[in-house]
């Protein structure tokens, strides 16, 4: 991975990786392998193997990214994959958090984290998205 960590901040994720080109995100990410159909409608997946990512793109711009671990996404200088009971400490940065779907989504963060509030670490995964992705998913 180029970006040796990201960081979750009260802004979100820094370095922004969402409305980035798939050119840009290559350069942060790493070069991307096996694009396909996406998840939602005119979207394509690239995934990232060095990051251990995986970026959805519309219109040739990232709209979302996952990471599992072992992603190095750090919260107060600790590894978030490393220290999962610090979701607790992010969720409270976000005065929107709520559980959806079976994803924790923080929309001021712009993030979602699936496996960490259920204590499944088999489905430990943090995703960064895009403004008003998740606005209509309140289920």
């Known amino acids: 991975m180029i970006i040796e960590h990201l960081d979750i901040t009260p802004q979100g994720i820094r370095p922004d990786l969402i409305g980035r080109s798939r050119r ?19 979207e394509h997946d690239i995934i990232y193997p060095a990051a251990h990512a995986r970026a959805a793109f519309r219109n040739g711009h990232t709209v979302e990214i996952s990471f599992v671990p072992p992603a190095p996404i750090l919260f107060r200088l600790q590894r978030l994959f490393d220290h999962p009971q610090l979701w607790r400490d992010i969720a409270a940065m976000d005065l929107s958090a709520r559980e959806s779907l079976g994803f924790l ?25 895009e403004h008003g992705r998740w606005d209509d998913r309140d289920v």
């Not at 942060?28 to 694009?35: K, N, P, V």
């Not at 929309?107 to 943090?126: E, K, M, N, R």
Request: hydrophobic share 40%.
């Open 24 to 42: 840009e995100t290559d350069a942060m990410l790493g070069e991307g392998q096996a694009s396909r159909q996406g998840l939602l409608r005119g």
């Open 105 to 129: 989504v923080l929309p001021t963060l712009g993030i979602t984290l699936t496996g960490f509030h259920d204590d499944d670490v088999s489905q430990l995964a943090l995703t960064v998205f």
